[in-house]
């Protein structure tokens, strides 16, 4: 069973670009949900997706935006990019749980880079 | 919002010897994981541990959720042990999403 795949796996923009980061999910995964990681404030939630509707979202400027279609794959957005969204971007689906408790498992993420 | 404190923050072992990790957590939480991070970032999963005790092998883990703590236990560690290990709670409030990770302790094995 292929794992959660996240592309592309590194990239680099300028300041005021924006960037498109996807997500395929576990096959009969419906939840996914996007973290940011930096060395100085860790790994942070960024929002949750299930059945293509935002479940739950974290403290993060308007700025990141995602999206789930139909067949559960995201993409989170981030425009206008700033050097401190230089950072390692995570992607996690579960299986079809109630309340959102099911196991989490991660793809490799997306290492992005602002110069 | 709750609070995930993970000690020590940072750990050197030799190679063959045994390791506690704990983790802290503040509130009543739905669940808890436990991940290591490879040195490509990826979160490898250890154990989806809400209450008792889970082996894998060279691992264990343990959870007290009535005392809101959990332990990995990593016995015999091997220099591919090394990396940071992560503890991650299932916790409904507000902002705070699902799942909030503790910072980490980094464990070095040397050989």
């Known amino acids: 069973k292929a794992g959660v795949t996240q592309t592309p796996r590194y990239l680099i923009k300028t300041r005021g670009q924006q960037v498109t980061l996807s997500c395929s999910p576990i096959s009969g995964h419906r939840s996914v949900s996007w973290y940011q990681q930096t060395p100085g404030q860790g790994l942070q939630f960024l929002f949750e997706y299930f059945s293509e509707t935002q479940r739950n979202k974290g403290n993060f400027p308007g700025r990141f935006s995602g999206r789930q279609f139909s067949n559960s794959r995201s993409e989170m957005n981030v425009s206008t990019l700033e050097l401190g969204d230089s950072a390692l971007y995570l992607c996690a689906s579960s299986p079809p749980q109630g309340g959102g408790t099911g196991e989490l498992f991660f793809g490799e993420g997306s290492r992005l880079t602002v110069l | 919002g709750i609070q995930v404190e993970q000690s020590p923050p940072d750990l050197i072992l030799q190679e063959g010897a045994n390791s506690t990790l704990r983790c802290n957590f503040s509130?009543?939480?739905?669940?808890l994981q436990w991940f290591h991070q490879n040195p490509w970032g990826q979160l490898i999963n250890l154990f989806y541990?809400?209450?008792g005790t889970k082996q894998n092998g060279r691992l264990s883990a343990t959870t007290v959720a009535t005392e809101r703590y959990s332990l990995l236990y990593i016995s015999s560690s091997q220099t591919t042990d090394s990396g940071v290990y992560f503890c991650a709670v299932y916790y409904y409030g507000g902002s705070q999403g699902n799942l909030i990770f503790g910072k980490g302790t980094k464990l070095s094995v040397k050989p």
């Open positions: 509130d009543s939480v739905n669940n």
């Open positions: 541990i809400p209450s």
